[in-house]
């Protein structure tokens, strides 16, 4: 953390100097006037300069596990349920908290709090940390009176949001592992083995069957052409990610991503589970219909859907109601829309977003497990492909060298 150097006076009428740590000149007279001072002068010391930029790098590289940020709400839910004030339920957890960006988070907040701002105006300015829905659900407990029920459900959010993305990463890591493991197999075959016993085969006089020939051929073209392969890789994933950064490639990417078979029915089913969570929680929360859809489209997580979204939005603005936009919305299944329906003639939308959510949760689980299932078959067929490739390639022409020293 920077170190500042500083003057003021003190409650004596004394001039008084010295250094203080904090993120910024604002932050340390901040703390200063809490302290009873009436800072005169405040500025950075350049000697520590350079290592509160390596120390500020360092913290914006260090994650925030969705376990700690759940923690750290669930804490802060139950001491505002036990009636501590804000400033002290502030100050215990930035002592409480481990990771630094949230301490420190915590402690700019706190500032923030004693300066006067509203604790929604404080969380807003942290938006990198914590989610727009996240500062939106403050935002609604604080003007409705209700936040500790807010916070609730915002830790109901959390901790559903973090289920549903670990049960898929626990999925698709064991694939992951394989694919991994089967290129490293396929290069180390290709690039160590297979030019040994080519050698041996030539030597011999052997003629090289297809298989051997396509493998050599693919050893000499990566050891050849190794660079522009290298140029070629490094290429695409820069023009990748710059593309995915546009509006139109996000777009591309997620309308791609739900095409996939298997994986598309999965993630769809996955944001129509938090599309009803989400939905149904914000009005139970009483945050309005065009507000909520606004929140939707910046937190569901695929720009394809968002999009979907917004014009949901556009279509209400002009008195359509709910479930006819989304009726001719791409990705909205008809259970969703048949829910929703029926939720908006009998008053109980929120209800039924919240069967909805139930229903999609259960179908997440199953798509995981059945994503499972079929991986494993999928991955044997590859093992199999690459090893039989390498037995032909070898076995076949040792097969011939055997018959001719017979």
């Not at 829910?339 to 959510?357: I, K, P, S, Y």
Request: aromatic share 10%.
């Amino acid at each position: 953390m920077p170190t500042f150097s500083y003057r003021a006076i003190n409650q004596n009428g004394s001039v008084v100097s010295g250094v203080i740590e904090a993120d910024n000149v604002e932050s340390a007279s901040l703390m200063l006037s809490s302290q009873g001072f009436i800072p005169s002068k405040v500025e950075e010391d350049r000697a520590s300069g350079l290592n509160a930029l390596m120390e500020q790098i360092k913290l914006t590289l260090t994650p925030i596990k969705p376990e700690e940020l759940i923690l750290m709400t669930k804490q802060f839910r139950t001491m505002l349920a036990a009636g501590l004030s804000m400033v002290q339920i502030l100050d215990i957890l930035e002592h409480q908290v481990q990771n630094m960006r949230l301490k420190n988070m915590l402690a700019a907040i706190l500032l923030d709090i004693k300066g006067g701002k509203s604790l929604t105006e404080a969380f807003r300015r942290h938006e990198k940390i914590l989610s727009p829905l996240y500062v939106s659900m403050v935002n609604a407990g604080e003007t409705s009176g209700s936040l500790p029920e807010v916070l609730e459900r915002l830790v109901y959010l959390l901790e559903h949001e973090h289920k549903v993305k670990s049960d898929i990463k626990s999925a698709l890591q064991y694939p992951k592992i394989v694919v991994g493991a089967l290129v490293i197999a396929f290069f180390i075959l290709l690039t160590f083995v297979i030019p040994t016993f080519v050698t041996i085969f030539e030597g011999a006089g052997i003629e090289l069957p297809l298989p051997t020939k396509i493998a050599l051929a693919l050893y000499y073209f990566l050891s050849n052409y190794w660079y522009i392969l290298l140029v070629a890789l490094v290429g695409f994933i820069v023009l990748y990610r710059w593309y995915v950064k546009t509006p139109a490639g996000r777009l591309f990417r997620d309308g791609l991503v739900l095409k996939i078979p298997v994986l598309g029915s999965l993630f769809q089913r996955a944001a129509m589970a938090r599309f009803a969570s989400i939905f149904s929680i914000l009005q139970t929360s009483g945050i309005p219909v065009l507000l909520s859809l606004d929140m939707l489209a910046g937190t569901i997580g695929n720009e394809a859907i968002a999009s979907e979204f917004r014009r949901v939005r556009t279509l209400l603005e002009e008195g359509r109601g709910i479930s006819s936009p989304l009726r001719s919305a791409k990705y909205f299944t008809p259970m969703v829309v048949d829910m929703v329906a029926v939720g908006e003639e009998t008053g109980a939308l929120d209800e039924m977003l919240r069967q909805v959510a139930v229903h999609y949760d259960d179908e997440v689980e199953y798509a995981v497990k059945r994503l499972s299932d079929a991986i494993g078959p999928a991955l044997i067929v590859c093992l199999a492909f690459v090893v039989g490739f390498f037995a032909l390639a070898i076995f076949l022409p040792l097969w011939d060298l055997t018959q001719m020293v017979r």
